[in-house]
């Protein structure tokens, strides 16, 4: 699939660049010990946890960073359902620098598949509606490129990448303000003084609020913790002014019947804060 524009190459080379940094400052001693320079082998990315496969492109970008010369084919692509005993790819090369490498490539690709095959376990759940999955940003720090990454892998819509692409006011912000008309009211001169092309949302916690926001002219209305009678009567006031997002403690069991209010998308942080990590390792081919 085609990366999202938010996963460029000057950020996954800042990425892989500091993770490997992280884990090897001077020297990959156990490798450097024992393995010699010259020798070149293969080893096998196996599949030991079935999943929705995320971070083979990752993967290889890494390999190909570390050392050029590796040769890496790729069996299953991102986003492919994977069983138990596939090969998703075999590397070849510098016996070296597969070592070297291997933890990383690993970390990514259980965590990336993790959060690839929970959105799509999720997203299943909205088939035949017009709602979409969201994420948010509760993510891992300096990770956040490859957990976004997933999601979209996994078949699920990314929010907002960040703090800078997009006006979110939420709870806090209304409170520090006041209202929520004098919010919206200080973001859209904010929006026109700096020219920036901006869309504003409002975190909403009750009808009264909905109504306000409506009023104040905002481009996404969120609906938050609220239960599905009240969300019917939120989406119903606000009649397609603008879109409206279902977010606050959503679970899998919760998306069809909230899906039924109309609304035009679900947020769950537990996308990327509570997937699970599948089971992938990096064997030698023999």
Not at 32 to 55: D, F, H, M, R, Y
Not at 151 to 166: E, F, Q
Request: proline share 1%; hydrophobic share 40%.
């Amino acid at each position: 699939m085609k990366r999202p524009n938010y996963v460029t190459d000057k950020v996954l080379k800042q990425f892989i660049k500091n993770a490997l940094e992280e884990d090897i400052q001077d020297g990959d001693h156990s490798t450097l010990s024992t393995i010699p320079k010259e020798l070149e082998q293969s080893a096998k990315l196996l599949v030991k946890q079935n999943c929705i496969l995320a971070g083979v492109e990752l993967a290889e970008i890494i390999f190909k960073t570390f050392d050029k010369n590796l040769k890496v084919e790729v069996f299953i692509k991102d986003g492919t359902p994977a069983k138990v005993g596939d090969v998703a790819l075999i590397v070849t090369g510098s016996a070296r620098s597969i070592l070297s490498t291997e933890r990383l490539v690993l970390n990514c690709m259980q965590r990336m598949s993790g959060i690839a095959t929970l959105t799509n376990d999720w997203d299943s759940r909205l088939v035949g509606t017009k709602t979409k999955l969201l994420d948010t940003r509760k993510t891992t720090p300096n990770f956040r490129v490859c957990e976004k990454w997933a999601v979209a892998i996994g078949g699920g819509t990314n929010h907002r990448y960040g703090l800078y692409d997009m006006i979110m006011l939420k709870d806090n912000h209304i409170d520090y303000n006041g209202s929520i008309t004098n919010a919206v009211k200080m973001a859209k001169d904010y929006i026109k003084k700096n020219k920036k092309k901006l869309k504003i949302e409002v975190e909403t916690r009750n009808l009264e609020e909905v109504e306000e926001a409506i009023k104040a002219k905002v481009d996404r209305i969120m609906l938050d913790n609220m239960d599905v009678k009240t969300m019917k009567l939120a989406v119903k006031m606000i009649n397609g002014s603008c879109e409206s997002e279902a977010s606050g403690g959503i679970t899998r069991e919760m998306l069809k019947e909230i899906a039924s209010t109309g609304v035009t998308y679900i947020s769950a942080g537990a996308l990327t804060h509570s997937a699970e990590n599948m089971d992938l390792s990096l064997k030698a081919v023999k």
